[in-house]
């Protein structure tokens, strides 16, 4: 498990131990960023990493230009790694880590008025997780208008085109895995796809 690209790009990221934590391939973690890259403007974004393991696809965003990172994660193991590898970047005044549940630690945000550009969304595969935290940022002002959340699920998974402001606007497979990119738009706004 590797960096990229970017300032930390080669970069070797320490594992979780055992088979509970799924990293994101390298192949899928690429298409991410190269659709992301040809989107939206990773320079100086604020970017939240929901169910981050290693914090792989968070320390990425930050390699590539990120400003600053908020990292969920309840698993203590994985958040224990999440930090060591975000101390290998030396970039611990731009990362947080909150250890907690995700539903919880995301209310917690929204009430402190926090706003992000864009938001990583990695779940366990088939876990069921990744339709209710779209279902809550979706609904919570938390993503500026303009802004993105990608969500990896298992190619199985059907999320819904629509939760709240954010609009899916594309979906792609690779293998077993799906990426969906949701758009956060004002209610009525012309909706572009090219997937």
Same mark, same amino acid.
């Given at each position: 498990?590797?960096?990229?690209?970017?300032?930390?790009?080669?970069?070797?990221?320490?594992?979780?131990?055992?088979?509970?934590?799924?990293?994101?391939?390298?192949?899928?973690?690429?298409?991410?960023?190269?659709?992301?890259?040809?989107?939206?403007?990773?320079?100086?974004?604020?970017?939240?990493?929901?169910?981050?393991?290693?914090?792989?696809?968070?320390?990425?965003?930050?390699?590539?230009?990120?400003?600053?990172?908020?990292?969920?994660?309840?698993?203590?193991?994985?958040?224990?790694?999440?930090?060591?590898?975000?101390?290998?970047? #030396? $970039?611990?005044?731009?990362?947080?880590?909150?250890? @907690?549940?995700?539903?919880?630690? =995301? *209310?917690? /945000?929204?009430?402190? &008025?926090?706003?992000?550009? #864009? $938001?990583?969304?990695?779940?366990?595969?088939?876990? @069921?997780?990744?339709?209710?935290? =779209? *279902?809550? /940022?979706?609904?919570? &002002?938390?993503?500026?208008? #303009?802004?993105?959340?990608?969500?990896?699920?298992?190619?199985?998974?059907?999320?819904?085109?629509?939760?709240?402001?954010?609009?899916?606007?594309?979906?792609?497979?690779?293998?077993?895995?799906?990426?969906?990119?949701?758009?956060?738009?004002?209610?009525?706004?012309?909706?572009?796809?090219?997937?």
């Amino acid at each position: 498990m590797r960096v990229i690209a970017g300032t930390w790009r080669g970069l070797r990221l320490a594992p979780v131990p055992g088979t509970g934590t799924r990293p994101t391939a390298d192949r899928v973690k690429e298409a991410i960023f190269s659709r992301l890259e040809s989107r939206y403007a990773l320079d100086g974004a604020n970017v939240l990493d929901l169910y981050a393991g290693t914090g792989a696809l968070g320390i990425e965003a930050l390699s590539r230009g990120a400003a600053t990172l908020v990292s969920v994660e309840r698993n203590r193991r994985a958040a224990a790694v999440l930090a060591e590898n975000i101390g290998l970047c #030396g $970039v611990r005044g731009q990362a947080e880590i909150r250890i @907690g549940d995700v539903g919880r630690e =995301l *209310a917690a /945000l929204a009430r402190a &008025g926090a706003r992000f550009d #864009g $938001v990583l969304i990695d779940p366990p595969y088939e876990s @069921g997780l990744a339709a209710p935290s =779209l *279902a809550s /940022l979706g609904g919570s &002002g938390m993503i500026v208008p #303009g802004g993105w959340a990608i969500v990896e699920t298992a190619s199985s998974e059907e999320l819904p085109q629509e939760v709240g402001v954010l609009q899916k606007v594309r979906e792609d497979l690779y293998g077993d895995t799906k990426v969906l990119l949701y758009e956060s738009r004002e209610r009525g706004g012309a909706q572009r796809d090219d997937g």
